[in-house]
């Protein structure tokens, strides 16, 4: 192998794992039909709008970021090569991941997340999408470089893209030529001078970088916001008071959240004036602020959980909390409390501040908004991101791999909770299994509609991740799992989890809905053998007749079951000519009858 | 570069590390060839950020740093690749494993001698197929030793090479590797080793500076320095007789015995001494780490 190859194939690896990812969700969107995948499949096109907004600048983060991570950059420079050589087999490794991915995205929709409706984009998604592709790339090492680690190199990369967003419409409005050519063209061009000049700078700061820290590995804190410090006041631990140290220690590490937080807030108010400005309608608006909300929500609720234990886990400081004299239950309580609180905050604060300054107007993204801006939604969505987050967290070391970990684990907790729905839909065409399961443990009494679960299904998740939570616990105790088989184990038994709950939860309301269809298919067939005998109906009054006094003939075997000691009674139905209401009362005491509908009550007093 | 041009040549050099944090203070330095150099000094000395400032890891804020005649800045290639370093905290690419970290790192260098990495890894009992995630803190020193070794460069950066070594690796590291590296190409092979744990490197210094404070506060030779820290213990028959010990860097009193430490002037004390007809007398050289920690002693007061 050439020494040139052998260089690639290290700048190759790093990015490998979300590449290849982010390829894997491109090709099931393709291959695989939506009828197959259900739900999965809303999930993978929201994975695929979170990778191309957030991982196609992740893995161009990576590249430089990786250095930092692994604490690897002094290695890498003290080596006697050109710098200058260095950048390019970094960009000559990077370039044609990121273009493929974009292809492929691109490929499977234009629209890329874009409100193309309200913005009358057309084809033109595709392309806007493009150019923040080239500009969030062409800046993610000189990013990197000043937050000297991956997540901050990431944050300000996003950053970076929302300010430019907001540049864009303020600029076509004060241009007043509002979604006209020239100005696409524009937008266009001073995209990629932007990129231009972001590159240059990257590559001035590459040249000229200084490895001022140590090799230590840091994600976010140790290199970081040093505005951080003006706030240090309210995380400095006071003497005498154990518990709230821990609590401010947590805090501080939910820093980036807060920080993602303010800037939700800010944004939405920047993006709600554009209410009052002519060619902005207050839908479009309301769009615009939606999916900001629920993007940032989004990647705040993640970070809350998985910054946690990853700062914790990265700079070994979990390790030194388990020598402290105070217990690993109070600490990993303590912990999950104020992941879950700051999650909540993250999520709940844009949201009610964009339901001020926007009202009604304000729009449901994706089929993840905000219903009636439902705090308990809110509160639910937050959590079982932030929660997944932290799971992850205690299961790997490091922020990165914990956050990169979440969206894929719930992906799989659903996949698992779907496989199973399937499988009992199924069953419903296995009508001799499942019979065999309804006659032996058939539900009655029963009264009203048996349903399915509908889409309460959704949150059949809580099962599994109540699951994960004691999980977690354990996880909190041990050292983090470098080992991909370990960290398969514990995935499975999450997914295993889903899948019992799954069936446990949704056996007994597919047994029930059975029970409800043979009752009916009984009483229909009740009812028909009696309209069979029409002279055995008295023209006043009604008649009690058994199953003997009717002799159906054909009568099935799991009706036999289930009308076994049922008593008919049968009377005219007087607002129908020559109308017949056969009832049935079961020997459990319910009563099911049949006219122009289908009714089941129980015996009063039962 | 001439015969007699230091390899290494900092002059004034000051580097400080954000608001006000200096770690360098115009430290000059001249390394020449051939030599194995210490700086010592305690934690935050600035031994760390002076080794970076060579690889031009750091950007010297004041002054000039020459290697090899060439600045360390402008030529920062050409200086590099004649140099091996070992971090003080080392870390690899955890996904690579021993052998293919080696072939990474010799894919920057014209030169790698595989027969010194067959040899120093049998010596060092590391297995090369290990994924490098998986190696002690030890065993990555190790093999960032052999990667710093392998190159044959002319001069080798060692900030704190031992930390975390075992004992017997320490010693293996110390006596044959170092000499073995400094053995191949005798007189030309120059080593810069920062370091607190002295005593270990004390037979291999040729020469050194002791830093405190981003200062320079002593560079000798060795030998020199030998010579002129003296350990002076005198036993009196009697009591401890009235003596100027002006010239004593430390003294100690125990009932009739006298222990002196003295920088240079040792001569002139040891005939004052000898005018009270002591019992017993004797002088012995001070080893580097008693002259490193009186040196900061005598900084402290």
Known sequence: ?606 | MSSSEPVVNVENLTYTYGRGAEAVHGLNLKVQPGRCYGLFGRNGAGKTTTIKCLLNLLRPQKGSVRVFGLDAVKDETAVKSRLGYVPDQVAFYPWMSVQETFDYLASFRDHWNKEIERGLLSRFQLDASRKTAVLSKGQRTQVALIAAICPEPDLLLLDEPTSGLDPIVRREFIETVIGAYQDGNPGNRTILVSTHLITEFEGLIDEFTIMDGGRSVLTLEADAARDRYQKIRVRFTDAIPELNLEAALRVQRRGRELELVVNGGGPELLARIQQHDPESLTTEALTLEEIFVNALKVQAV
């Open chain 1, 1 to 606: 192998m050439s020494v040139s190859v052998v260089r690639l194939e290290k700048e190759v690896r790093p990015l490998m794992g979300v590449w290849a990812a982010l390829i894997l969700i491109g090709f099931v969107l393709i291959a695989i039909p939506k009828g197959v995948l259900g739900f999965s499949w809303d999930a993978l096109l929201l994975g695929r709008l979170a990778g191309f907004w957030i991982g196609l600048p992740l893995v161009a983060t990576l590249s430089m970021g990786h250095e930092f991570h692994y604490g690897t950059a002094p290695l890498l420079l003290a080596q006697p090569m050109d710098r200058r050589q260095i950048w390019r087999e970094k960009w000559i490794a990077l370039l044609p991941m990121v273009a493929f991915v974009a292809f492929l995205y691109l490929l499977t929709g234009r629209g890329l997340g874009f409100p193309v409706d309200a913005y009358h984009l057309d084809g033109k998604a595709g392309v806007l999408g493009v150019v923040w592709l080239i500009i969030a790339t062409a800046s993610a090492p000189f990013w990197t470089l000043v937050g000297r680690s991956v997540l901050n190199g990431l944050v300000l990369n996003l950053i970076q893209g929302f300010v430019l967003f907001q540049i864009w419409q303020w600029a076509e409005f004060a241009a007043g030529y509002l979604l006209r050519p020239e100005a696409f063209l524009v937008v266009i061009f001073a995209g990629i001078a932007y990129a231009s000049i972001m590159l240059w700078f990257g590559y001035r700061k590459f040249v000229r970088f200084e490895v001022d820290t140590g090799s230590m590995s840091a994600d976010v804190l140790i290199p970081g916001f040093k505005g951080a410090d003006r706030f240090s006041g309210i995380f400095l631990s006071r003497p005498n008071q154990p518990l709230l140290n821990l609590v401010r220690k947590e805090l501080r590490l939910l820093w980036v959240v807060w920080l993602l937080t303010a800037i939700s807030v800010v944004g939405v108010i920047c993006l709600a004036a554009l209410q009052f400005a002519p060619g902005y309608s207050l839908d479009r608006v309301g769009i615009l602020v939606a999916g900001f909300v629920a993007s940032i929500s989004l990647l705040s609720s993640i970070l809350a959980g998985s910054l946690s234990m990853g700062e914790e886990r990265s700079t070994t400081t979990r390790s030194w909390h388990q020598t402290l004299p105070i217990s690993a239950a109070r600490q990993w309580i303590v912990k999950l409390g104020v992941v879950l609180a700051g999650a909540f905050i993250a999520a709940a604060l844009p949201v009610a501040v964009a339901t001020l300054v926007i009202g009604k107007g304000l729009a449901v993204p994706y089929g993840l908004g905000f219903p009636n801006q439902n705090l308990l939604f809110i509160l639910l969505f937050s959590s079982i991101l932030s929660f997944t987050g932290f799971w992850c967290g205690c299961l790997v070391k490091g922020t990165i791999r914990a956050a990169l970990l979440t969206l894929p684990v719930l992906v799989l907790i659903f996949a698992g909770i779907r496989v199973i729905l399937n499988l009992i839909y199924v069953l419903h065409f296995m009508a001799n299994l499942l019979d065999s399961l309804v006659l032996r443990f058939h539900p009655f009494p029963f009264s009203g509609e048996p349903g399915y679960l509908g889409p309460a299904r959704n949150w059949l998740i809580a099962l599994p991740l109540h699951f994960a939570d004691f999980q977690s616990y354990r996880l909190f105790q041990t050292d983090a799992h470098e080992r991909l088989v370990h960290v398969l184990r514990s995935l499975f038994r999450v997914v295993g989890a889903a899948i019992v709950s799954a069936a446990v939860v949704t056996l007994p309301s597919a047994i029930q809905s059975r029970a409800a269809q043979l009752s009916f298919y009984g009483v229909m067939q009740v009812d028909e053998a009696v309209r069979r005998m029409p002279n055995l109906i008295p023209a006043e009054g009604g008649i009690q007749l058994t199953l003997q006094d009717l002799s159906i003939p054909d009568l099935s075997p799991s009706s036999r079951v289930i009308l076994r000691d049922a008593v008919v009674s049968v009377e005219r139905d007087r607002r129908v000519r020559r109308g017949v209401v056969t009832s049935v009362r079961f020997r459990n005491g319910l009563s099911c009858s049949f006219a122009r509908g289908w009714s089941c009550k129980p015996e009063p007093g039962k």
